[in-house]
């Protein structure tokens, strides 16, 4: 009897194997088919001036005025921190730090890191929510400076269009450059120059390693955690990205297991 049962347990595994892969494409397809006919969005999705940001540093961002509309239905100032700084004088392990934690792809991608995105539909499909996002660095900066935290299949498809023309107007050290000068790193704390002296009273060309390993784990949260004051979860976070830079070759072994042995301490 559990003979006969046999094959037929293993057909339904098999189909449901089968199942899943369908679903897991067809989403897949239409993630990527939002990316690759993101320039007939020039019909439907406003245009915004991403060729002026060439030489022109963005005076504020959507997430800013988000944040300065919260503050006044709360009945208290806005505050901003920020101090606009170029790239060569940002640490170069910020810029790793931020790199192998965000977008290990950066500088090999055209804005969409289409092996990441089949990765994050895999996992949020297996466990049933939105475990692991995929938006590199250039989906992340339109998001920042254009739309907002909005969650919509129409805002996805305009930071698709917007992430195709971004990168094809400007250097890829440029879109690191204005990344790393606008994004929030805390409670009225924007970009690497204001945050690096906020936390750590070190201009952002100072931090070591370690202090770029803590602000690059906070990025995600940047609101909750605090790179001064590091609890287990940031250390952890923080460790783990000291060990990626080491395994690409941006600090060696000494360098790692000095500031890994501090970072444990």
């Known amino acids: 009897m559990s003979a006969r049962r046999l094959p037929r347990a293993a057909a339904a595994r098999g189909e449901a194997r ?17 990316i690759l006919f993101a320039p007939a969005a020039y019909l439907t ?5 991403v060729e002026s940001l060439r030489d022109r540093n963005p005076e504020t961002t959507a997430l800013m005025r988000l944040r300065s509309d919260e503050a006044l239905d709360a009945g208290r100032p806005f505050r901003k921190e920020q101090r606009w700084v170029p790239l060569e004088r940002i640490s170069v392990h910020l810029r790793n730090a931020v790199i192998v934690n965000e977008d290990a792809s950066f500088y090999a991608h055209s804005g969409f890191d289409f092996g990441e995105i089949r990765q994050s539909i895999r996992r949020n499909w297996k466990e049933r929510r939105f475990a692991r996002g ?3 660095i250039s989906q992340q900066l339109v ?5 907002g935290p909005e969650k919509s299949l129409r805002r996805k498809a305009a930071e698709a269009f917007t ?13 690191l450059e204005i990344y790393l000068n606008v994004i929030e790193w805390g409670d009225g704390v924007y970009g690497a120059e204001a945050a690096s002296l906020h936390y750590f009273d070190v201009g952002a060309a100072g931090l070591n ?4 390993a803590l602000l690059a784990s906070a990025i995600p949260s940047p609101r909750r955690l605090d790179p001064s004051r590091p609890g287990p979860y940031l250390r952890r976070q923080a460790a783990l990205t000291l060990k990626r830079m080491n395994v690409r070759g941006m600090i060696n072994e000494e360098t790692y ?3 890994a042995d501090a ?3």
């Open 209 to 212: 390693p370690l202090q770029a």
């Open 18 to 34: 089968r199942s899943r892969r369908r679903t897991a494409r067809i989403a897949l397809g239409f993630a990527l088919a939002a």
């Open 257 to 259: 297991a000095r500031y």
């Open 45 to 49: 999705f406003p245009l915004h001036d």
């Open 163 to 175: 992430t195709w023309r971004l990168e094809r107007a400007l250097e890829k050290d440029r879109i």
């Open 263 to 265: 970072e444990r301490r």
């Open 143 to 147: 998001k920042n400076l254009y739309l």
């Open 134 to 136: 995929a938006s590199t």
